[in-house]
């Protein structure tokens, strides 16, 4: 009964293990939910994500999620942040449900064995971003978004579904704080090119200069914090970046 | 042309709402029924003929939104057949024809004639100047059918209301051409498809309010500039009350709703009540509220659609039948729908009379059972298009099995 043996845990580390959540690459974002969407921002429980700031006795809510990472992956950016940013709270958001699985394990695991309680802000929700940021986010709550490494959707018939395009940079708009900033990167050339067009095209984006993206610690994180951006470094790929700031509209 | 198979299949979701729409000074009126549109002068109580110069049928399948602009000069028809069309409402030849490449759902008009924007099945919206070809996109609501779209009274903004129970407010931009981007708010707290939204204001107050109807029975108030909801107002419990047999409460779906002019007061239909709510909102309490519920006696008369002008309220009952013989529609007015003394008219009392209930209705009467049957197909076909598909878990895992990507563990 005691005993924590959690077969898909590292004995050694108390860390979930991937190749038990193992997942396809692809989940198709047109197909309608069957998972819990909040009605709107309000509706949204923050006491199960960071239970140490809101308890349940419906205290007032100060604080409120500034970072998302739009497919998250398996987590490797948001623990990355949780460390740069300590005092601040950030979401996850992930498509496919074993992924998400895993990323929730990881951050119980490491909420318990790390004393400073970074890993207190950082959560992870299962959802799908493309249809449903509004009912997450309010007007102006994000002040960073994170697209890394998103699904490259090949065909031109597919790219209908990629997660970056001038209709949904509407919503990452809205989300956005004036000032945010939305971090792109991929090592698909292509899509590189498509996203830093899209966001060129966007009345209300604009790029950061080459000063700003240097003195910005988070940039190089791009690259070197996820399991994706680790994989293409060691195979020697190229990246391609596209960081834009929210501004307000210019007509 | 079409196999046959598949005809059958398609039959339940071709079911087709009769429309109805009323020129904002009653001096017309329009009726659609399938891919039938049919128009009566009530200045010379007479008959319209359409003029379309491309060809002879006008609409070549359902017709699935009408509206006449609000200042009356133009009149836009669309739906399956993917044409939108623009008439002049005083001439009433067609002025333009543009070409969707999708089948469109909802239609809206700039207040000041220069735009009509159009959506699809695909949560697109697209706009067109009025002497153009062809429709860019303007915005778009990922993969969700849009239901309704609406201009604010004041033309700042257009709002989109979809199956996703979103309803969003963008800033309509002073170049429409080139995208509305900037959204000023989302109405989010429906819980089932938003079926449609209504401006209402009294003439004291400059500002205006949104309301909305949908499917999870509902009609609520909202601030669209803050996008916060006002009040709810359950509408269920008016349609579980007057049929006997319903012991527990069940979810109905709001089919049309709109605002009477220089009032308070909305008119509600709902998709199992033979009759018409009315709704009153109380614009400096923010509060949406009952206030009358209206009988249709003597027949099974289930709104389709609703239509108001001044003071009179024009509804129609009716569909298109899915296969190849006509659809029916029946049309009933209620006078002084704001006032205690609101009325049913009865046919002979209606503006244009038989002549009028002749050209709209196809012809002066219909059948009880005609009637029964279509309300209930109206009523299948609007939920398997808008309801989401809930599958048991079973199921889904069955529907999973036909895929073959999947890698096993260890």
Redesign the interface.
């Known amino acids: 009964m005691e005993s924590e043996t959690k077969p898909t845990f590292s004995k050694s580390t108390g860390l979930p293990r991937k190749r038990f959540y193992r997942a396809r690459a692809h989940s198709n974002p047109l197909s309608d939910s069957h998972f819990p969407i909040p009605i709107s921002p309000s509706h949204l429980d923050f006491s199960l994500h960071f239970p140490k700031f809101f308890g349940a006795n419906n205290e007032e809510v100060s604080k409120k999620a500034e970072f998302a990472d739009i497919g998250c992956g398996f987590g490797g950016l948001l623990i990355s942040l949780a460390t740069l940013f300590p005092d601040t709270l950030m979401i996850g958001m992930e498509l496919r449900d074993k992924v998400t699985e895993y990323v929730k394990e990881r951050i119980l695991a490491l909420r318990k064995s790390s004393s400073g309680g970074q890993y207190e802000k950082v959560s992870v929700v299962r959802t799908n971003s493309m249809k449903y940021i509004p009912n997450y986010f309010e007007k102006g709550q994000l002040s960073k978004m994170f697209f890394l490494f998103p699904d490259p959707h090949f065909k031109e018939k597919n790219h209908r579904r990629r997660v970056i395009s001038v209709d949904l940079l509407d919503e990452y708009a809205y989300v956005l704080r004036a000032g945010g900033i939305i971090y792109t990167i991929t090592d698909v050339e292509e899509l590189g090119e498509w996203m830093r067009s899209c966001l060129e095209k966007h009345p209300m984006f604009e790029s950061l200069t080459q000063d700003e993206l240097d003195s910005d610690p988070v940039v190089e994180l791009l690259c070197s914090a996820t399991e994706e951006g680790q994989k293409v470094a060691r195979n020697g790929g190229q990246t391609f970046r596209a960081v834009f700031r929210r501004i307000a509209y210019v007509s | 042309m079409e196999e046959p198979q598949i005809e059958e299949q398609n039959k339940l979701i071709d079911v087709a709402p009769a429309l109805i729409s009323v020129h904002p000074s009653q001096k017309s009126i329009a009726v659609t029924v399938g891919s039938d549109l049919r128009v009566f002068n009530l200045i010379d109580n007479s008959p319209v003929t359409l003029v379309d110069e491309s060809n002879e049928s006008f609409h070549k399948d359902s017709v699935r939104a009408i509206r006449y602009s609000a200042s009356g000069k133009l009149f836009v028809s669309t739906g399956d057949d993917k044409l939108v069309k623009i008439w002049s409402a005083e001439s009433w030849r067609c002025l333009n024809t543009i070409c969707s490449e999708k089948r469109v759902t909802a239609v809206a008009i700039s207040h000041d004639d220069s735009y009509v924007c159009y959506a699809d099945k695909f949560g ?1 919206v697209w706009v067109v100047e009025l002497g153009g070809i062809k429709g860019v ?1 303007l ?2 609501h ?3 059918i849009i239901t309704s779209l609406e201009f604010s009274p004041d033309g700042r903004y257009i709002l989109s209301a979809d199956r ?3 309803i ?1 407010v ?2 309509f ?3 429409p051409l ?6 000023q ?2 109405c ?4 089932e498809f938003v079926t449609c939204i209504a401006f209402v204001s009294s003439p004291e107050l400059t500002q205006s309010y949104l309301m909305s109807g949908s499917g999870d029975s509902t009609v609520r108030l909202w601030d669209i500039t803050s ?1 916060s ?1 006002l009040d709810t107002c359950e509408v269920s419990t008016v349609a579980g009350h007057l049929e006997s047999n319903e012991t527990e409460q069940t979810q109905v779906t709001v089919t049309d709703l709109c605002a009477i002019p220089d009032s308070s007061l909305a008119a509600v239909a709902i998709q199992s009540f033979q009759g018409i709510l009315l709704l009153s909102c109380d614009l400096s309490a923010h509060t949406l509220s009952i206030t009358k519920v209206i009988q249709i006696p003597g027949e099974s008369f289930i709104p389709t659609s609703i239509s108001v002008s001044t003071s009179t309220l024009w509804m129609v009952s009716g569909a298109s039948s899915g296969s190849n013989q006509p659809g029916y529609s029946r049309v009933r007015v209620i006078s002084c729908i704001e006032s205690e003394k609101s009325s049913i008219l009865e046919d002979e009392q209606i503006p244009g009379g038989a002549k009028l209930l002749e050209k709209l209705q196809g012809k002066a009467s219909i059948e009880e059972s005609v009637m029964i049957a279509a309300s209930e197909a109206v009523r299948t076909a609007m939920s398997s298009l808008l309801m ?4 048991s878990e079973e199921k ?1 895992e069955f529907r999973k099995r036909s895929r073959n ?3 096993t ?1 260890n």
Do not use: M, N, W
Request: charged residues 30%.
């Open positions: 697109v996109s915005l778009s990922y993969c969700s996703d129970f979103k969003r963008t800033v931009p002073e170049e080139q995208g509305a981007h900037e959204i708010s989302f989010l707290g429906h819980t996008g909801l989401k598909k809930q599958y889904r990507d999947k890698k563990i």
